[in-house]
């Protein structure tokens, strides 16, 4: 991504999805669904490569996050009746920016065992947790526990979806490539050097948790307001781990790939799941040659995991040692 | 009393399982220093390898009976001291060299696999394991109701236990897994080829794996492809609560996390039951992040 034209682009990207947005009635809501999916994976995606990308800080929860903002947002709108356009999206501003920040919160609860913490063991906190939100989210009545949570309004909208993922983009991008971000690359690539040259690790590994727990919060915010009906388990450990898988597959670090896996990864399981319906349909049952795939969607997922660590470790979309390239 | 004893025993029962499959985790990171996310499913494997041995075992030998329950043990065992060995050669050696992330994502894929095709093969509904062992409860002891697969998981554990010290202690191979868990390059050099030690290393704590499988799908008789997630998460919370690479470490945190959790269950609140061993695991790794009976590593640039 070009840097100068950081600013251009965010506009730009606001403009074009407030464009859309006008038109969106007219998109088949199937279509509507999966794109909102595509723009809440890429702030997830992208929030994510902030942690684990630049900061290199291993994290295996950041589905918890969402879970909390997804919760604190639907919480916040559920008290609204009916509202005027105005109203209804300025209140939905409101609880998506409270549900960031109180992932945000949690995001500093987590960022703060990392200063003592490497690697698979931090890998392993995060993880515990992220199931530790849910394990509370599932025992709190108040937002129904197990039994999962209905939100009233659906208010996401492409404009809100698509301009928050460009809004996260450039401020993710913008700080990684500002003075100060350059930090979150110094204790990715060697943290005991950094550190010696007077980077305060402890202050960027934790700043990093909590931009990106922010920005999940908000992505979950999104999430709540499109499905409109959240369970516990829908955020557990599983979840996170697809977060992850973008940002690997993208590449570590490489922020257009990020982007491009998380659209990848978002249509990919669509598309299996198209010919796993094929199996389904009475009279071609058996024809199609290629129905069995469909049930064998996640064992594809999951190989395709496996041979990219094998082959491709840097990424799909990683095609040049750039400067930010990673120690190995 | 009564109870708080019999809470006990019931929490000795599953963390001494805990404690076997953590015993995996923790020589697999002593020797490769990486954490094998794929072995709680490995335990599941070893629960379905008993699933459709039981029957065939059954038609050779009286069951339920010890004698049949050891032998399905046995042969799940081996079967999963295989498929350790395997996934070893496959998926973990072609990275041996690459960073630690890279080797722990790859186990994640080979969990996620391993769940899937089990969901693909086995089928995702949970299945009835059938009774290999004898059941005969025991209600002598001032009240305690015992009951005898309580024993015999007791029982077996504390054998594997001895086993496998055994094995670390007084054999070869066993003191080649200690050297080379000390230093690999200088084990590598005085000849020890660690290729092979390795391989042994994930087959002993894969077949370990596969005899918790057997003892859980005894206790839970319920099994299903995603049975491992869980009980797999939680004995890497023994292990490293014990201190990671500490064999003894492994079995104590087990029989902590196992305790704990039974107790909470039984006075607390079950639904709480799974955040525990996160909970506890986070607490030690913020006061003692080496574990309880783990030595502090010294980081050198």
């Known amino acids: 991504m070009n840097f100068r034209h950081a600013k251009t682009f965010l506009l730009g990207a606001l403009a074009l999805c407030f464009l ?6 007219q998109i088949n809501s199937y279509w509507l669904i999966i794109s909102y999916n595509i723009g809440i994976n890429v702030v997830m995606a992208v929030s994510l490569n902030l942690i684990n990308g ?56 987590v960022g703060l065992p990392t200063l003592r913490l490497k690697g698979d063991y931090l890998a392993i906190v995060t993880l515990g947790f992220g199931e530790i939100i849910r394990v509370i989210l599932q025992n709190t009545d108040f937002v129904g526990g197990a039994r999962g949570l209905s939100v009233k309004h659906p208010w996401t909208n492409f404009f809100w979806t698509f301009g928050l993922a460009a809004v996260t983009i450039y401020v993710i991008a913008t700080l990684v490539n500002s003075t100060y971000g350059r930090g979150f690359i110094a204790v990715r690539d060697d943290e005991i050097a950094a550190e010696a040259m007077g980077i305060n690790t402890t202050k960027y590994k934790v700043t990093a948790f909590v931009v990106g727990a922010f920005f999940a919060g908000i992505a979950g915010g999104l999430y709540a307001h499109a499905i409109q009906f959240l369970t516990p388990n829908g955020f557990g450990f599983m979840q996170s781990i697809a977060f992850v ?25 669509e598309g299996l799941r198209m010919l796993a319906g094929i199996e389904h349909l009475p009279g071609i049952a058996k024809a199609h040659p290629l129905g069995w795939l469909g049930g064998t969607r996640m064992i594809i997922y999951s190989l395709l995991l496996i041979l990219l660590m094998l082959t491709r470790p840097q990424g799909l979309f990683t095609f040049r040692n750039s400067k930010l390239k990673t120690k190995n | 009393m009564t109870e708080f004893l019999q809470q006990l025993i019931n929490g000795l029962a599953l963390g001494s399982i805990l404690a076997l499959i953590a015993l995996g985790y923790t020589m697999v990171y002593g020797i490769l220093r990486f954490i094998n996310f794929a072995h ?6 070893g629960a379905f390898a008993g699933f459709y041995f039981a029957p065939e075992i059954a038609k050779m030998l009286p069951t339920p009976s010890i004698l049949s329950g050891l032998v399905v043990m046995g042969i799940s065992m081996a079967i999963c001291a295989a498929i350790g060995i395997v996934i070893e050669r496959l998926a973990y050696r072609p990275l041996r060299s690459r960073p630690k992330l890279t080797m722990l994502i790859t186990a994640i894929g080979v969990s996620l696999f391993l769940e899937y095709t089990g969901q693909f093969v086995f089928g995702a509904a949970p299945k009835r394991f059938p009774q290999i ?114 064999l003894s470490g492994a079995v104590l945190g087990g029989l902590i996390i196992g305790v704990t959790e039974t107790l909470v269950s039984g006075y607390i609140s079950s639904t709480y039951r799974d955040a525990i061993a996160f909970g506890i695991l986070i607490l030690i790794l913020l006061i003692k992040p080496s574990g309880l009976l783990g030595k502090k590593e010294i980081e050198k640039v």
């Not at chain 2, 109701?145 to 010290?165: D, E, K, M, P, W």
């Open chain 2, 40 to 45: 709680g499913d490995v335990f599941m494997l």
């Open chain 2, 133 to 246: 062992l004898p059941v005969f409860p025991i209600t002598k002891l001032g009240g305690l109701s015992l009951n005898s697969n309580q024993l015999i998981v007791l029982g077996v554990t504390l054998f594997l236990l001895l086993a496998l010290r055994f094995i670390v202690l007084k054999t070869k191979i066993g003191m080649a897994m200690r050297s080379l868990s000390f230093n690999p390059e200088a084990a590598a050099l005085m000849g020890i080829n660690t290729d092979v030690v390795i391989s042994f290393t994930f087959a002993l704590g894969s077949a370990l794996a596969a005899a918790a499988g057997i003892l859980f799908a005894a206790n839970y008789p319920a099994i299903d492809p995603l049975m491992g997630i869980l009980p797999g998460l939680k004995a890497f919370v023994a292990a490293v609560l014990g201190g990671i690479g500490n």
């Open chain 1, 20 to 25: 859309i947005s006008l038109f969106q009635n």
């Open chain 1, 245 to 269: 898988v973008m940002v690997i597959l993208g590449g570590m670090g490489n922020a257009v790939g990020v982007i491009l896996a998380a659209v990848l990864l978002t249509l990919l399981p």
């Open chain 1, 54 to 109: 630049y900061t290199g800080q291993f994290s295996l929860g950041h589905a918890g996050f969402m879970a909390v903002g997804a919760y604190t947002s639907a919480v916040i709108t559920n008290q609204f009746d009916q509202l005027n356009f105005f109203a209804a999206n300025g209140i939905f501003l409101v609880a998506l920016l409270a549900g960031g920040l109180l992932a945000a919160i949690a995001g500093l609860l």
